[in-house]
């Protein structure tokens, strides 16, 4: 798969498409702009070149229609800071207008077209939508690993039509460090996985039993394992229809070696609410009527020393409510074990990231990807849609 290095961008039409799909506050304030920062050597190393830069994202869930609380606008001013020069703002990604904005810029200037998602054909990976997007471009680059498990137009489709189409130096790093850590890792690998539910997970647990030494489980999803072993876990979630399920994995984890590590503690609460009371028990001793929350102390520990000699870790889904201060302790003792181990560490997902972030701590793991549901695409032993297109698109154009 060819990358922007392997593209002379002098003087051409760029079309990136990143993932600049950020949280907003009341006023639309930007309140975490590290996926614009994610993008920025991209667009910096195209820019170096003198390219005609043109930047597409969506934002948020508008729905096919053009909803102005899900404008890029506060993204073009954020943008236009970090780069250091001004980025002109589309009134739209297709049309008259912006093919006109489009062939009045000079090499070196920046357009961000509308949100992608004005229009359905994004989501639907309509092809006369890819056609017109790639219409604008002499080059197409994604960027945007976050939606590369996504069939859209702007990721999929446009490839049918881009003279060119490219890997971004995001999507590479993205798809390098997955390798590294699934594909030839050092070893012992650990996966920590956690999270609300087992039928999410499944598939990932199911191919990473071809590849892992160790598997540590946590979240809600721990109870159906723990059910499955006959635990009484009270009122706390999970899913009666995947306890067979869990067991098949525990069997086959055990004829292959695998250490699956399960609690041996929790911390329960008797109701989901920051105030709720709080007891630590160990597993099948949850009070009638609570629930387990988190995972205790004793498990907490017992992780930590499942983790001491590993060598790549590999980590998707928080050990606990931890949005709740009472519920946090488990996956914030899983941040230090994590950053305190001598492995290579990949993190993967939204929580897991905030967990990061939240410990102030994400700078200590060596990779924190920028995709949740393409990450655990990957986790699962599946090609990712988009990156497929980029595959097939390059042996067209060559």
């Known amino acids: 798969m060819r990358t922007v290095k392997d593209i002379d961008f002098a003087g051409r039409r760029v079309f990136v498409r990143v993932d600049f799909n950020v949280p907003l506050d009341e006023d639309r304030n930007i309140t975490d702009d590290s996926r614009i920062r994610g993008a920025l050597?991209?667009?910096?190393?195209?820019?170096?070149?003198?390219?005609?830069?043109?930047?597409?994202?969506?934002?948020?869930?508008?729905?096919?229609?053009?909803?102005?609380?899900?404008?890029?606008?506060?993204?073009?001013k954020?943008?236009?800071?970090?780069?250091?020069?001004?980025?002109?703002?589309?009134?739209?990604?297709?049309?008259?207008?912006?093919?006109?904005?489009?062939?009045?810029?000079a090499d070196g200037e920046v357009l961000l077209l509308e949100n992608l998602r004005y229009h359905a054909g994004e989501q639907e990976n309509d092809a006369a939508f890819g056609r017109a997007l790639a219409e604008l471009c002499d080059v197409y680059v994604n960027d945007a690993f976050a939606v590369c498990h996504r069939v859209n137009a702007s990721v999929a489709a446009i490839t049918e039509y881009a003279p060119v189409a490219v890997a971004g130096l995001l999507l590479q790093r993205e798809l390098d460090y997955f390798s590294r850590a699934m594909a030839d890792p050092q070893?012992?690998?650990?996966?920590?996985?956690?999270?609300?539910k087992v039928s999410s997970k499944l598939k990932a647990l199911e191919n990473m039993l071809d590849h892992v030494d160790k598997i540590i489980i946590g979240g809600a999803m721990a109870n159906t394992f723990l059910r499955h072993l006959g635990h009484d876990v009270g009122q706390s979630k999970y899913e009666a229809d995947q306890t067979g399920a869990a067991g098949e994995l525990m069997a086959r984890a055990g004829e292959k070696g695998i250490r699956l590590c399960l609690p041996v503690d929790v911390v329960a609460g008797d109701r989901f609410a920051p105030d709720a009371a709080v007891r630590v028990v160990p597993v099948g001793e949850i009070p009638p009527g609570w629930m387990a929350l988190d995972i205790g102390p004793a498990t907490a520990q017992f992780y930590d020393e499942v983790l001491c000699d590993a060598k790549t870790v590999v980590w998707n889904g928080p050990m606990g409510a931890f949005e709740m201060d009472a519920f946090s302790q488990g996956t914030l003792s899983m941040v230090s074990s994590v950053v305190s181990s001598q492995a290579m560490t990949i993190v993967g997902g939204g929580d897991t990231a905030a967990a990061l972030h939240k410990a102030g701590k994400a700078d200590r793991v060596t990779y924190v990807s920028t995709g949740g549901g393409a990450f655990l695409?990957?986790?699962?032993?599946?090609?990712?849609?988009?990156?497929?297109?980029?595959d097939e698109a390059d042996v067209r154009n060559r």
Do not use: W
């Open 377 to 390: 695409t990957l986790l699962e032993g599946r090609i990712l849609p988009a990156v497929q297109a980029l």
């Open 187 to 196: 070893r012992p690998l650990v996966a920590v996985i956690g999270g609300a």
């Open 78 to 105: 954020r943008l236009s800071e970090l780069l250091g020069r001004d980025v002109r703002m589309a009134p739209d990604c297709i049309g008259p207008e912006v093919t006109a904005l489009v062939d009045s810029m």
């Open 41 to 76: 050597p991209t667009l910096e190393y195209a820019l170096s070149q003198n390219a005609k830069l043109i930047v597409a994202s969506h934002l948020g869930r508008p729905r096919g229609r053009a909803v102005p609380e899900f404008s890029l606008a506060p993204v073009a």
